[in-house]
């Protein structure tokens, strides 16, 4: 019963930290039956052989609360157990009356002394709705992996692809790629392991499973400011350096989020060095992660806007572009192209609440997950599967091959052709030169 109740309590917290929960449950229902155990103990040794206690009831645990001895007709009074009213906080009270048959049952019941109902259709139905939410990310970074590795084997292949401008894109899918593989690999870590014992290997392998996967979010974040800084400098700026602000833009990236990562992981560890460090309750602690991760979703969004009103500026400026009509449906088309790759829809969750407890998480977690987990499938697609560049070389590249196919089949059949003559030739020759000698030893014997 403790551990289907421990069970529900995480999926009603977090997805991302049930086991860990789980494992901090079993953990607190340990130590109560080891102090129950020496409770009881101390109890037989004071009181062997009284009277009360050979006709009475002995002490048991019953995998709840730690019932002492009594002698017949008692009613023993405890609060709920410290497990349930973790997750109810109620406080209420249990008894147990002690019969010539032995122990009765609980009363009143448990849910009613302490709130919790094992048959409970809410609790059924927020654990059906965190299982729903899991397997809608599941979805959207397996096929943005997919088409993310598709795409940066593309855009490698091919030599008048290698510029900045499709190396920067090459790390943001890197990102992207790792940022999902960190899903998956944190979801491993934290639902593989159902049984109790072995809580012990999962909190020392977890943690740093979770350093992994800060380390993955908080770069895949840096690249997004990378792919905002170069193409507002390129608009901006007339000539510069673009691989002097490369090397710049490597550091950015994958640099900064390591510095930041080492600092996170030293304070969990000397000030919140609980669970799996995917409780975030020390505040403080979490901004070393969460500070830089907005700051760079604002510097987005703030290049995201000079971006459009330089394009919005230039539209008007120019006589190429048509009428009005047709401009504002190029800075859309624009705009929207740019969303994806700046991360601008983040901006919506930056100051959301981090509490599960809020009554906004279910809000927030619906509309990040679908967003976040399918977008990097959508940057795929817009800057790598659309791309003139790109779908310019697979074509010529497959011109080409069919070309050498085609010329490969003729040389094939021409070579089949000249062999086959070739071979003609010297039969005939054959037979020409045997019939001379059989018309010359015909002339000489005449």
């Not at 009603?12 to 079993?26: E, I, K, T, Y």
């Not at 155990?37 to 048991?60: I, P, T, V």
């Not at 497990?83 to 906080?89: E, K, N, P, R, S």
Request: aromatic share 14%; glycine share 6%; proline share 2%.
């Amino acid at each position: 019963m403790w551990r289907f109740a421990v069970a529900i309590y995480c999926g009603m917290s977090s997805l991302v930290g049930a086991n860990q929960l789980l494992c901090d449950m079993l953990n607190v229902v340990r130590q109560q039956e080891e102090l129950c155990s020496e409770e009881l103990s101390a109890e037989r040794n004071n009181k062997s052989g009284s009277h009360w206690e050979q006709e009475g009831c002995a002490g048991m645990w019953d995998n709840l609360s730690c019932w002492p001895s009594a002698p017949l007709g008692d009613t023993i009074t405890k609060p709920c157990p410290q497990i349930l009213q973790a997750i109810t906080g109620i406080t209420g009270s249990v008894h147990r009356n002690c019969t010539e048959t032995g122990w009765t049952g609980i009363f009143p019941p448990v849910h009613v002394a302490c709130g919790y109902d094992v048959n409970d259709t809410v609790v059924e139905d927020v654990k059906a709705y965190y299982m729903h939410l899991k397997t809608l990310y599941s979805v959207g970074y397996g096929t943005s992996l997919a088409s993310l590795s598709l795409a940066l084997v593309l855009l490698a292949s091919f030599r008048r692809l290698r510029c900045t401008r499709n190396y920067i894109h090459m790390h943001l899918f890197a990102s992207f790629i790792l940022r999902a593989m960190s899903i998956f690999i944190k979801d491993a870590a934290l639902f593989s392991l159902d049984d109790a014992q072995h809580c012990n290997v999962y909190m020392k392998r977890c943690k740093y499973v979770m350093i992994f996967f800060q380390y993955c979010i908080m770069a895949n974040y840096s690249w997004l400011l990378v792919e905002g800084l170069y193409l507002h400098t390129l608009l901006v700026i007339s000539f510069f350096s673009e691989w002097k602000y490369f090397c710049w833009y490597i550091g950015l990236g994958w640099g900064s989020p390591l510095i930041f990562i080492i600092a996170w992981s030293l304070c969990r560890h000397l000030y919140e060095d609980t669970g799996c460090w995917d409780i975030n309750s020390n505040a403080s602690i979490w901004w070393i992660i969460r500070g830089p991760v907005i700051l760079s979703i604002f510097i987005n969004f703030i290049l995201f806007v000079r971006i459009i009103r330089i394009l919005m500026k230039k539209l008007r400026t120019s006589d190429v572009w048509g009428n009005d009509f047709g401009q504002y449906k190029r800075l859309a088309r624009s705009t929207l192209l740019l969303i994806p790759l700046f991360g601008v829809h983040y901006i919506i969750f930056a100051f959301f609440p981090e509490d599960v407890s809020s009554g906004t998480v279910e809000i927030r977690l619906s509309f990040e997950l679908a967003l976040g987990s399918f977008q990097g499938f959508v940057v795929a697609v817009l800057y790598c599967f659309l791309n003139g560049e790109v779908q310019f070389e697979i074509q010529r590249k497959w011109r080409r091959w069919h070309l050498r196919k085609y010329f490969w089949l003729r040389q094939h059949k021409n070579s089949t052709v000249s062999n086959g003559t070739t071979m003609l030739t010297q039969v005939m020759l054959v037979s020409r030169s045997s019939h001379r000698k059989s018309s010359l030893q015909r002339s000489s014997i005449m």
